[in-house]
């Protein structure tokens, strides 16, 4: 298995040797620099326009009439969130260079405004704090747009300012991911951290999957695995987040901390997946316009969610005794 996924992209190979092996940390730090001159994130990266945008625009290309399947996936903010999922370091010349065209030359669609200083969605926002603080840029102001934003039940809606008081798992999973990144770059606040931890509070109390009030799963599509995640929520993506969380706490820098007993249900899930050769299938692309594909299409074994996978389950029966690992 190991072999299977070293036979790919850098961006893979590094995370693979970070998360799965014991391999150094120098011959991480060496495959990691090479995201930015080979493979998909050489490529991604000289598909960035002279205006500094991929595809011309900030959250859709230009031009978009709305016309075409799905949604389009090759504009400047998941251009960017791509190079983040695949490890980019930010600190690289390849980095500075490409982030600083953004800084300069993106803005929302929405009102103008320039790209770190984020829009009016808290969904989109939770996307702009995460790349900010990835990339080193400031985002404290969408940072405290978004604490002023979180809904009674802990969680966060774009559908807020059209009167929902019911937080959304998609939009909630979007704002903690960039509330955990703003967190490891800058320590955030006891305000963001608290934040942070009631977001988290309304996805264990629903066990990543199911309605608080009765039980029921929301969403049969959160039962099937996607890559790239877009924006959408599903149970790994959700698994995951709490295994890279876990991290953030200093009293385990090492196998991260303890993990919540509310997972089981959708570890579980994540176990029932795991195919006879040990891989985890590619289930549920969000259809749209993409710069180029990463792998064989749905149905297929898939490299991301299997690394995914082994990543979240390694972590979890860390802290597991055995006999119940087995049976959950």
């Known amino acids: 298995m190991l072999d299977w996924l070293l036979d790919s992209d850098p961006s893979i190979r590094w995370q693979v040797l970070r998360d799965l092996t014991e391999a150094p940390a120098e011959e991480v730090r060496a495959e990691r620099a090479r995201v930015a001159t080979e493979g998909w994130g050489a490529r991604l990266l000289a598909l960035q326009g002279d205006d500094g945008q991929w595809d011309g625009g900030t959250f859709f290309p230009v031009p978009y009439d709305g016309s075409e399947a799905g949604q389009p996936w090759t504009a400047t903010t998941y251009s960017l969130l791509l190079l983040r999922d695949l490890g980019l370091d930010p600190g690289s010349e390849e980095a500075r260079a490409a982030v600083g065209k953004v800084r300069e030359n993106s803005r929302w669609e929405e009102g103008g405004q320039p790209f770190f200083d984020g829009e009016v969605e808290p969904c989109i926002n939770g996307k702009a704090v995460a790349l900010g603080a990835y990339f080193g840029e400031n985002v404290d102001g969408i940072v405290r747009r978004l604490l002023g934003e979180q809904l009674d039940d802990g969680g966060w809606n774009c559908e807020a300012e059209r009167g929902s008081v019911r937080s959304s798992f998609a939009t909630t999973i979007n704002v903690l991911e960039g509330l955990l990144e703003h967190e490891r770059a800058t320590g955030g606040t006891p305000e963001s951290v608290a934040a942070r931890k009631r977001g988290e509070e309304y996805l264990l109390e629903r066990v990543l999957l199911r309605r608080k009030s ?80 990463m792998e064989d299409g749905d149905g297929r074994p898939s490299r991301w969610n299997t690394l995914r996978a082994l990543r979240v389950l390694n972590w979890y029966d860390g802290f597991t005794p055995p006999a119940a690992a087995a049976g959950v």
């Open 214 to 293: 009765t039980g029921e799963l929301v969403d049969p599509d959160w039962l099937q695995f996607s890559y790239p995640t877009r924006w959408f929520y599903d149970a790994l993506r959700g698994l995951d987040y709490f295994r890279d969380a876990s991290f953030l706490d200093t009293a385990f820098p090492d196998a991260g901390a303890p993990p919540d007993t509310r997972l089981a249900e959708a570890v579980g899930l994540l176990r029932s997946k795991r195919q006879p050769g040990g891989t985890w299938l590619l289930e549920n692309t969000h259809p749209g316009r993409i710069h180029f594909a």
